[in-house]
């Protein structure tokens, strides 16, 4: 279920958050704060967000519907083997452009809802893949492939000077489903 689009002082407010994450403990962030970084009156968070916890979730299944919904296209076409999918590298690109968002849940300070919510993601849309593909695997390999992805692109961020190359990657993390 794709959600409205954001106004532009839900954008800065989800901005505001993401920075108080990467800079203080998760417990400490407060509707106060997020307002004072942003900065709106406490009514106006109020408009779009009934907690904190509401923001953080809002930004979480916002971040991954829109990394499934650019990685499904990729599914829409025959693949000849499991190598030929461009996963990596359109979920690399995506991590880059939305670099805040996963260095802050990934690297500033680990979120585990967002990781197992983009790992659900991840098994969800390879199951479907070999599903129609006439492939089989099991629950096992689809959550080690899902770990796989989430620790490499976490890696990547922890470690920008290794500049790791995408198809390196791939080749890495096809590797376990082969």
Same mark, same amino acid.
């Given at each position: 279920?794709?959600?409205?689009?954001?106004?532009?002082?839900?954008?800065?407010?989800?901005?505001?958050?993401i920075t108080l994450w990467g800079t203080i403990p998760a417990n400490k962030i407060r509707v106060k704060g997020v307002c004072e970084a942003t900065p709106i009156a406490r009514?106006?968070?109020?408009?779009?967000?009934?907690?904190?916890?509401?923001?953080k979730a809002d930004i979480?299944?916002?971040t991954i519907q829109d990394l499934v919904? /650019?990685?499904?296209?990729? =599914?829409?076409?025959? +693949?000849?083997?499991?190598?030929?999918?461009?996963?990596?590298?359109?979920?690399?690109?995506y991590v880059t452009a939305h670099h805040h968002i996963f260095h802050a849940f990934l690297v500033a300070q680990t979120n585990l809802a967002f990781t197992e919510l983009w790992k659900r993601a991840i098994k969800e849309e390879f199951s479907l893949l070999?599903?129609?593909?006439? /492939?089989?695997?099991?629950? =096992?390999?689809?959550? +080690?492939?899902a770990a796989s992805v989430v620790a490499a692109i976490s890696y990547q961020l922890k470690k920008p000077e290794m500049s790791l190359d995408s198809k390196d990657i791939n080749q890495l993390i096809f590797k376990i489903l082969s």
């Open positions: 279920m794709r959600k409205e689009a954001l106004t532009e002082t839900q954008k800065d407010i989800q901005q505001a958050f009514s106006t968070f109020y408009t779009y967000y009934d907690s904190i916890e509401e923001l979480e299944e916002r919904a /650019i990685n499904r296209k990729l =599914f829409r076409r025959p +693949i000849q083997q499991v190598t030929d999918i461009l996963f990596v590298e359109t979920t690399l690109a070999f599903r129609d593909n006439g /492939i089989r695997k099991d629950d =096992f390999l689809l959550e +080690i492939f």
